[in-house]
């Protein structure tokens, strides 16, 4: 996405947050490591689909002004699966009295968060208006 994306701000947003990613991927290691269990990769459909969904958008948008507003939209949906996994495991590690995990959970969640609101802003200030 950042590679298709035209916005600089855009490109930018998304890069950085693929920095994150990397970080978020390294505390959930941590994660496991706290809850004495094996960390296991499992594919998840939901993501998979949005991917796909996003991949239509690069292709049917490519060239034209909306391209950056369906990028927006893709990550967003992605975002918002995000942050609602997360804020559900920041509650289950409260209530399991699981306090450094709910600490990593509630970091990690606070930067999906962050990038959400930055991809609200970097639609609301200039791609919409230029795709409209």
Not at 107 to 119: F, H, I, V
Request: glycine letters at 6%; charged letters at 25%.
């Amino acid at each position: 996405m950042a590679e298709a994306a035209y916005s600089l701000n855009l490109k930018q947003a998304f890069q950085t947050h693929e920095g994150e990613s990397e970080t978020h991927i390294e505390r959930l290691g941590q994660i496991f490591e706290l809850i004495k269990r094996p960390a296991q990769q499992k594919t998840c459909n939901a993501i998979l689909g949005i991917i796909e969904e996003s991949k239509e958008v690069m292709k049917q948008f490519k060239g034209t002004d909306a391209l950056d507003p369906g990028l927006i939209a893709g990550a967003q949906a992605v975002e918002h699966y995000e942050i609602s996994r997360y804020g559900t495991m920041v509650t289950w590690a409260n209530t399991l009295g699981l306090d450094d995990v709910a600490e990593l959970l509630e970091t990690t969640l606070d930067e999906e968060e962050t990038t959400d609101e930055l991809l609200s802003q970097i639609a609301e200030t200039t791609v919409n208006a230029k795709a409209a």
